[in-house]
């Protein structure tokens, strides 16, 4: 099972709203991550975690909080967010150790900010 | 500062011709590679990967080559199938967890 579940699939919110992304796996994988995609663009990386947590942080701005409560799930906590924001919200998850490790990604949310 | 590029957004062949995409990266730390496959509503799916260690890694009808001097990679298909059609992402790391990716080709493969 190599699947990485992501609700929800599609949110519209105001800039004063505040909203959650979640993403779970039960890959036992111990490397989660955070991208973000715009349109006819690569993902980028925002924020990713191991052993629960945060290890690298992209210089992403604070109303974006991410979350990590277990090995298994990962959340993105949205608060005051800008139109701009809006795009593909993608999760992944790796193994660690030696060697390379495959990101499995979910199927993302859409994030619409009005 | 796009660290991998992938020059052509989109690239149509027809059904059982080779499919060719591209890939070109900046930095001499990356030491592992691999491309990803997206559908439409879908998160991009893992297809294949190479270490630098290798120049051509194959799995079935996907052939990816490393050409560390040029700093290039591709990605063979062949044959080419209608259900290849996707966008095909490539990414790179220096690290396990640092991973950059390509803006994506559109590939069509036409009946």
């Known amino acids: 099972d190599t699947e990485v579940t992501q609700t929800p699939k599609h949110l519209v919110m105001g800039m004063t709203n505040k909203k959650s992304l979640k993403c779970e796996q039960h890959?036992?994988?111990?490397?989660m991550y955070w991208y973000k995609q715009k349109a006819k663009k690569p993902p980028e990386l925002m924020f990713v975690?191991?052993?629960?947590?945060?290890?690298i942080n992209e210089s992403v701005p604070s109303r974006f909080s991410p979350e990590c409560p277990n090995s298994s799930l990962l959340n993105l906590h949205l608060h005051a967010l800008q139109p701009e924001d809006s795009a593909l919200y993608l999760c992944?998850?790796?193994?660690?150790?030696?060697?390379?490790?495959?990101?499995?990604f979910g199927a993302g949310t859409r994030l619409s900010v009005l | 500062d796009q660290q991998v590029k992938q020059n052509s957004p989109s690239l149509s062949v027809q059904e059982g011709r080779i499919s060719i995409l591209n890939c070109d990266y900046t930095?001499?730390?990356?030491?592992?590679f691999l491309w990803y496959k997206k559908y439409p509503a879908e998160g991009p799916t893992f297809l294949i990967s190479?270490?630098?260690?290798?120049d051509k890694n194959e799995d079935g009808r996907f052939t990816v080559f490393l050409n560390k001097s040029a700093k290039h990679l591709s990605l063979h298909i062949v044959p080419s199938q209608p259900g290849d059609s996707a966008v095909y992402f490539c990414?790179?790391?220096?690290?396990?967890?640092?991973?950059?990716f390509g803006a994506g080709t559109r590939l069509t493969v036409k009946p």
């Open positions: 992944a998850s790796s193994g660690l150790g030696q060697g390379k490790n495959i990101q499995y």
């Open positions: 890959m036992g994988h111990r490397a």
């Open positions: 975690y191991s052993y629960e947590k945060l290890s």
């Open positions: 930095n001499s730390m990356f030491d592992y």
């Open positions: 190479i270490s630098s260690i290798k």
């Open positions: 990414a790179a790391s220096a690290n396990n967890n640092d991973m950059r």
